[in-house]
């Protein structure tokens, strides 16, 4: 929040039209919500632009109106719903990112193929490394039609769920999928794991959750967690321990009103909502994560 | 933004459920706008109802759509467009207000009177002192229905104004009367001039202007003096001294996108948008102002 301010600060000293001249933010998703909530806040609203540099950025923060800061050690608990005047998505931006950041960003695009797309989770297990080598610059020719690809259906796959539920009235989300337990285990693992990575064990740990309930085989599982070790995302790590995630539990279920509503896989490409996930549960999911965790 | 951030602390600590139960808010626009935009900002919206206990909360700051606060000396600078569940409105919280803070309200209702609504200007010529002395409270027969009329009509043309420009897509707003140099105004004299003093002021002197214009009759501009004198409203302030008046017009030019867009009243009850008020036109209006100001 107080980057959120200075911002503001900088934007009032800036001396901008109020409303014809967007701010235009480049940068990551932590970089574009904190210009979109001070661009909201200036003068009740200014228009802005974002161009994200980042996979992320591209295929996850830039869509969509929310924005979102942490505060007092929460994370995205002050924000808004406020639309960029426009996105502009260059792919070049990308090539400036190191390996890890790459992985970062696909970690969201595996979470849509999971649960929504089984043709995506397809190419990402196809071409995932070959992605993630060419860091999206397509340098050979199927580098490049698969990272037009990848990039398009991720995007598009996000704006069929966004778009009918703008405004969140409907908090039975599929986007959620892999933001059930990561906000706890990427608070509390600040700064050593990235957004994208707290996804990942979340996703897996999900995954562990829907083969223990018959969701997905163990075929399934294996390959979902198979996928993200061979792009050097980690599907477990030390924080997720009963007490830890017997909060995160706790937390979503007030984030979501009363219920858990937590998104699992039902098969690659499908989902479910669960109400009813207990602590023992989860705590035994994680023990078995741990087993199948690559080193 | 302080004290936005300390309530938002609150509601956290609090651990309010995020849709179904509503922040309840008690007091004056200061507070309500403050709460409202903490609302607005907790978990990207949680929802509010707002008590006005003074009359601007009652007839403006509880009225409408807007929240906001000032940042870095500037009035109103940082806040939103967030709409409360419901305002609920009781006259009996009137009776806990001083007499300075029964007129402060007052000039908001004279506000709508001037350029708005002829038939309330008259009825505070004839009945403000009375609806000041019985508070709103209608203690005798005419002060009941006199204040159920003023109240409501000041709220009707209210809501006439702000529900087809909810988010001021259109920058000519009616409800700006007063509102032109009141804000460098308040700001320069705080803790001094409360609010609905500091507007006094600017509709005082807009109808200079007006007069100078010859949009308002000489009997009409003395008529909106007498009434603020009545109503123990200051019609002139040692602020309004050139230098500061020209940065209340430069910086509603900036506010207003580019253009002035002072509203004028044209007779009373009546209103017309100016774009080429110059300083010197300012500030001899303001010299005409400081002799017609009552003692």
């Given at each position: 929040m107080d980057n959120v301010l200075s911002v503001a600060r900088k934007l009032d000293s800036f001396g901008i039209s109020r409303r014809r001249e967007p701010v235009i933010a480049f940068g990551g998703g932590v970089l574009l919500d904190t210009v979109g909530l001070a661009a909201n806040l200036y003068r009740r609203g200014t228009p802005h632009?974002?161009?994200?540099t980042t996979v992320i950025g591209y295929v996850d923060?830039?869509?969509g109106?929310?924005?979102?800061?942490n505060f007092d050690n929460r994370k995205n608990s002050l924000g808004s719903y406020y639309s960029p005047t426009a996105v502009l998505l260059d792919r070049r931006f990308l090539a400036t990112l190191n390996q890890r950041h790459i992985s970062n960003g696909l970690a969201e695009i595996i979470k849509?193929?999971?649960v929504k797309d089984r043709r995506l989770f397809q190419i990402l297990e196809?071409?995932?490394e070959l992605i993630a080598d060419e860091r999206f610059q397509g340098i050979t020719e199927t580098g490049e039609s698969v990272a037009v690809d990848v990039l398009g259906t991720a995007i598009g796959r996000m704006l069929d769920e966004l778009q009918p539920n703008l405004w969140e009235h409907n908090l039975e989300r599929v986007v959620d999928y892999g933001h059930t337990f990561s906000p706890r285990i990427e608070m509390h693992a600040l700064p050593t794991l990235l957004h994208g990575?707290?996804?990942a064990i979340d996703i897996a740990l999900s995954c562990v959750l829907a083969w223990r309930?018959?969701?997905?085989?163990?075929?399934e599982l294996e390959r979902v967690v198979a996928v993200?070790?061979?792009l050097r995302l980690p599907t477990w790590h030390p924080a997720c321990e009963p007490q830890l995630l017997r909060k995160a539990l706790a937390d979503v279920t007030t984030h979501r009103d009363g219920y858990q509503r937590i998104p699992l896989p039902l098969g690659i490409g499908g989902v479910v909502f669960v109400n009813d996930v207990t602590n023992k549960e989860l705590a035994e999911a994680a023990t078995i994560l741990k087993g199948l965790a690559f080193p």
């Open positions: 632009v974002r161009v994200p923060a830039g869509i109106v929310k924005t979102g800061v849509i193929g999971v196809s071409h995932g990575e707290a996804v309930r018959r969701f997905i085989t163990i075929d993200m070790a061979r």
